[in-house]
């Protein structure tokens, strides 16, 4: 049998190819569910007691785009993310250019071990220590679901990204970074503005509009640990919101659950902190390629699909992650990589079914981030025209690094937005997107 039609029965015979899925299928039945989501609540119950009640959380974080921001003002910026917490300064000047000083970067609390409310949020005080009482305001862009509050708290509603601090759930995170932050001997903060990645990077994204460029709305997209979209909505019936100037909605895109699953996904997911839930998220997000494909990789050595020197190889190997199989795909002929030593020792048929393996789960990504995009761009009712297109900011190592990810996600996009839908968008990325989106919301 021809080898790539054997790759393709085997991702088949696993359900990867069907996973993929067509981003028309898959863009409407994310749309369906966003609608929902925007009526009410979801369950927040794992997939196997899930019905059809909506699965994104579509949270209303009452911000809209600012006419203009404070300029010579000081902010505290803190980006607490999937792996890295980071801290930082921000000013903006007279003619608004960012001037960001004092950055430092460590682990987020809550990785390696449990930890209680007290610790967490004791954890986060420590870690802004070289900032002290440098500015009345903070903006903090913390990267997990939580419901946002009119006055800019943040209530959480869940951790992704194998973060273990339960207790934290239901916490406002505002109010309780405040008062650990007085017990560490700070003034109180006058305003402390919580806002998720994808809101900072939609406001990053507003920055962009210079030099004669014009946008008829905008998103942030996050593809990197995690995965998640925001973008401006105008009529949110669970809130009795119906305005003329839409604000930011966050849509918790990784929970998305309604869409199949091949073997390799429900293994991996089985053994994490949050079984049946953030499905969507664990389908194409860094934290998850690696696992999913060393596992789909081991199945295939398992099933007959390499050389028998090559299948031992594989078989022997601990689970790798997405920076080792990204090697991989960037130098398959480089024996310096850890994939790349098996697949150089074994056969060009060895080396290519590895390849293709891999490959499809990079693809299945991006199939999967350009329906996140295609519904989000949908939902925002705007990108009719060609000169004012619907800016998307994207941010995430995954996305930008990723061996052809964000050239698939372009390409899907204009098949299916522009070339069917006569829809007009623009992918732009920036240096300290979220840094200064976060800056923004601490400032207005």
Same mark, same amino acid.
Request: hydrophobic fraction near 40%; charge should be negative.
């Given at each position: 049998?021809?080898?790539?039609?054997?790759?393709?029965?085997?991702?088949?015979?696993?359900?990867?190819?069907?996973?993929?899925?067509?981003?028309?299928?898959?863009?409407?039945?994310?749309? #369906?569910?966003?609608?929902?989501?925007?009526?009410?609540?979801?369950?927040?119950? !794992?997939?196997?007691?899930?019905? &059809?009640?909506?699965?994104?959380?579509?949270?209303?974080? @009452?911000?809209?785009? !600012?006419?203009?921001?404070?300029?010579?003002?000081?902010?505290?910026?803190? *980006?607490?993310?999937?792996?890295?917490?980071?801290?930082?300064?921000?000013?903006?000047?007279?003619?608004?250019?960012?001037?960001?000083?004092?950055?430092?970067?460590?682990?987020?609390?809550?990785?390696?071990?449990?930890?209680?409310?007290?610790?967490?949020?004791?954890?986060?005080?420590?870690?802004?220590?070289?900032?002290?009482?440098?500015?009345?305001?903070?903006?903090?862009?913390?990267?997990?679901?939580?419901?946002?509050?009119?006055?800019?708290?943040?209530?959480?509603?869940?951790?992704?990204?194998?973060?273990?601090?339960?207790?934290?759930?239901?916490?406002?995170?505002?109010?309780?970074?405040?008062?650990?932050?007085?017990?560490?001997? @700070?003034?109180?903060?006058?305003?402390?503005?919580?806002?998720?990645? =994808?809101?900072?990077?939609?406001?990053?994204?507003?920055?962009?509009?210079? *030099?004669?460029?014009? /946008?008829?709305?905008?998103?942030?997209?996050?593809?990197?640990?995690?995965?998640?979209?925001?973008?401006?909505?105008?009529?949110? !019936?669970?809130?009795?919101?119906?305005?003329?100037?839409?604000?930011?909605?966050?849509?918790?895109?990784?929970?998305?659950?309604?869409?199949?699953?091949?073997?390799?996904?429900?293994?991996?997911?089985?053994?994490?902190?949050? %079984?049946?839930? /953030?499905?969507?998220?664990? &389908?194409?997000?860094?934290?998850?390629?690696?696992?999913?494909?060393?596992?789909?990789?081991?199945?295939?050595?398992?099933?007959?699909?390499?050389?028998?020197?090559?299948?031992?190889?594989?078989? #022997?190997?601990?689970?790798?992650?997405?920076?080792?199989? *990204?090697?991989?795909?960037?130098? %398959?002929?480089?024996? +310096?990589?850890?994939? +790349?030593?098996?697949?150089?020792?074994?056969?060009?048929?060895?080396?290519? =079914?590895?390849?293709?393996?891999?490959?499809?789960?990079?693809?299945?990504?991006?199939?999967?981030?350009?329906?996140?995009?295609?519904?989000?761009?949908?939902?925002?009712?705007?990108?009719?025209? !060609?000169?004012?297109?619907?800016?998307?900011?994207?941010?995430?190592? =995954?996305?930008?690094?990723?061996?052809?990810?964000?050239?698939?996600?372009?390409?899907?996009?204009?098949?299916?937005?522009?070339?069917?839908?006569?829809?007009? @968008?623009?992918?732009?990325?920036?240096?300290?997107?979220?840094?200064?989106?976060?800056?923004?919301?601490?400032?207005?």
């Amino acid at each position: 049998m021809n080898q790539s039609c054997k790759v393709s029965a085997f991702l088949a015979k696993h359900g990867v190819t069907a996973a993929g899925g067509s981003i028309d299928v898959l863009t409407r039945a994310m749309l #369906a569910d966003m609608e929902s989501g925007l009526e009410k609540d979801p369950s927040g119950l !794992p997939l196997e007691k899930a019905g &059809m009640e909506p699965s994104l959380e579509m949270i209303p974080t @009452w911000t809209k785009l !600012p006419d203009s921001v404070p300029q010579n003002e000081p902010v505290i910026v803190i *980006d607490a993310g999937g792996t890295n917490f980071r801290s930082c300064l921000v000013k903006f000047d007279s003619k608004g250019n960012p001037e960001i000083t004092n950055l430092e970067k460590c682990g987020m609390p809550g990785i390696k071990k449990e930890l209680s409310k007290e610790e967490f949020f004791d954890a986060i005080a420590e870690n802004l220590d070289h900032l002290k009482n440098m500015s009345s305001r903070i903006g903090f862009c913390f990267s997990y679901a939580m419901k946002i509050t009119k006055d800019g708290d943040g209530q959480v509603i869940s951790f992704s990204k194998e973060i273990k601090a339960k207790e934290v759930i239901g916490s406002l995170v505002g109010k309780s970074l405040s008062d650990a932050l007085v017990k560490r001997g @700070w003034n109180r903060p006058e305003k402390i503005i919580l806002l998720n990645d =994808t809101a900072a990077a939609l406001l990053a994204g507003a920055s962009t509009a210079v *030099d004669g460029r014009d /946008y008829s709305s905008y998103i942030g997209f996050i593809l990197g640990t995690g995965m998640n979209a925001a973008y401006m909505e105008r009529t949110i !019936p669970k809130v009795s919101v119906e305005n003329d100037s839409p604000q930011i909605v966050v849509c918790e895109s990784g929970k998305f659950n309604k869409l199949p699953r091949c073997s390799f996904d429900v293994e991996i997911d089985s053994k994490t902190n949050t %079984p049946g839930l /953030y499905v969507f998220e664990k &389908m194409c997000s860094g934290a998850y390629l690696g696992p999913v494909s060393s596992l789909a990789l081991k199945t295939a050595a398992k099933e007959g699909l390499f050389s028998e020197k090559t299948a031992q190889e594989i078989l #022997a190997l601990e689970d790798f992650g997405l920076i080792d199989m *990204d090697k991989f795909l960037h130098g %398959p002929k480089d024996s +310096g990589t850890l994939l +790349g030593r098996i697949a150089n020792s074994g056969t060009d048929s060895d080396m290519d =079914t590895m390849y293709r393996i891999l490959d499809a789960f990079v693809d299945r990504s991006a199939r999967l981030a350009a329906a996140n995009l295609s519904a989000a761009v949908i939902k925002s009712g705007e990108g009719h025209s !060609p000169s004012r297109p619907v800016c998307i900011l994207c941010e995430g190592t =995954t996305f930008l690094k990723t061996h052809n990810l964000q050239k698939r996600v372009e390409a899907y996009l204009h098949t299916y937005l522009t070339m069917e839908k006569g829809l007009y @968008w623009n992918i732009v990325s920036m240096d300290n997107a979220i840094t200064l989106g976060a800056a923004v919301a601490g400032l207005t």
